[in-house]
Each structure stands twice: as C-alpha cells, then as structure tokens.
C-alpha cells in the first residue's frame, strides 16, 4: 500500500489490514469449526502460528484431508510436534488426487500418541469431529484447498455454515 499510495496513513493500513478477509484461511465456518486451506508445508507452518495464538481453552480436534502428491510427512511433524490436537480425523474427499487416510494414518501415528482415526467420507469426518466436541472446544479442518471448498458446498448444502459465494 505505501508503494503504491505513498502518502497514505498508516492507521488507514492497518485498518483495512484488521477487515481484511481470506476465505478459507483460519476461517469459522460455524461455531468451532474453523476451516484452513493449508495444503503444504509452508502454509501449515503459518496455519500452526495461528493456532498457537487461537486462546482457546478446550481441545482442538484435526480432521485433515491431502492430496497424494504433497510431502503429508513433513506435514503430519509440523502439524503434532508441539502436541496442540487431542485427537485428528483423517479423510478425503471423492477426487483423484487425495490420499487415503489409511496411508495417511501410520506416517501421522509417528509424530504423537493421541487417537489417529481414519474415515472415508469427509460429511462422516465432519460428523465425528462435531460428536466429539463440547462446547469450549474447536474443530480445524485443513489440508487441501478442495477439501475446505468441496465441505463449504456440502455444509451449505445442508444449511449449515456460510454459502461460498457468501465469502
């Protein structure tokens, strides 16, 4: 912004920064339930930053769904080294290109000793992160950018969540 408006404040900068809005990326989709793009290594490492700093006080639950050809392992360690999940959910969505949470499931099962479940179907993955929350609790679901939009068009579908053309 300074680069191209020199002259403008930086109070107007930081304003637009704060209302700024990047759907799919650390997004609430409904109560709890926050939804993140993260489908590499880089863009995991940012999604852990923010969730370091979430301040909340139940238990975080990942469901997280990957494309066969990004490097899952060096995802899965960045993802549980620092023991912020108490249980993740592995599934895909119906699309070539995502692994199968089986495959998925041994490479995470060697980066933590929390539960490592496997389901097939991303509404049932959806389904068993919301029977296992309480209410202090909050649900992330990252690791593929079809995945976060093809569960925004199945939640909106039902009617729950926003619609993607309302973000």
Request: glycine content about 8%; aromatic content about 10%.
């Amino acid at each position: 912004a300074k680069i191209l408006f020199p002259d403008m404040d930086d109070k107007v900068i930081r304003e637009g920064l704060f209302k700024a809005f990047w759907p799919g990326r650390m997004e609430e989709i409904t109560d709890g339930v926050i939804v993140d793009g993260a489908h590499n290594e880089p863009s995991i490492k940012a999604f852990m930053n923010s969730v370091r700093v979430d301040g909340f006080d139940g238990r975080r639950i990942l469901v997280f769904a990957v494309a066969a050809d990004k490097d899952y392992e060096a995802m899965g360690e960045e993802l549980l080294k620092e023991g912020h999940f108490r249980s993740v959910i592995l599934t895909r969505i119906p699309y070539e290109r995502m692994e199968d949470p089986a495959v998925i499931r041994p490479v995470f099962e060697q980066y933590t000793d929390i539960p490592v479940y496997t389901v097939e179907s991303m509404e049932r993955a959806y389904d068993m992160a919301l029977s296992m929350k309480t209410e202090e609790d909050v649900v992330y679901m990252a690791g593929s950018l079809y995945f976060i939009g093809s569960l925004k068009e199945h939640l909106a579908g039902i009617g729950q969540g926003k619609h993607p053309a309302e973000v």
